[in-house]
Nanobody, 119 residues
Framework: QVQLVESGGGLVQAGGSLRLSCAAS????????MAWYRQAPGKQRELVAS???????NYADSVKGRFTISRDNAKNTVYLQMNSLKPEDTAVYSC?????????????WGQGTQVTVSS
């Protein structure tokens, strides 16, 4: 079993920055795609950003130019640098790891970390 451990959430004023980290408990295998999702109260969970093992990235339109996703493949760790934060970025941010091994696909989730942006 693999666990994803997130850190870096908190309270910040609008315009500020936060950096989230998510580390997999095992580093002995590769993870194809790592991503960050968020869910605000009363809203559906949405993809914020994703990154492949090769470094290809994808961002939600709402965070393009403000957030940067990166990863350390050797550590199976993914980061989310969030700049110019807005109150609408307030949500629980969860880390996701998507691994394909042979014919099997494994999806793992972190426990979530709260990000609150005050106006």
């Amino acid at each position: 079993q693999v666990q994803l451990v997130e850190s870096g959430g908190g309270l910040v004023q609008a315009g500020g920055s936060l950096r989230l980290s998510c580390a997999a408990s095992r580093t002995s295998f590769s993870i194809n795609v790592m991503a960050w999702y968020r869910q605000a109260p009363g809203k559906q969970r949405e993809l914020v950003a994703s990154i492949t093992s090769g470094g290809s990235t994808n961002y939600a339109d709402s965070v393009k130019g403000r957030f940067t996703i990166s990863r350390d493949n050797a550590k199976n760790t993914v980061y989310l640098q969030m700049n110019s934060l807005k109150p609408e970025d307030t949500a629980v941010y969860s880390c996701n790891a998507d691994r394909v091994y042979g014919l099997n696909r494994y999806i793992y989730w972190g426990q979530g970390t709260q990000v609150t942006v005050s106006s």
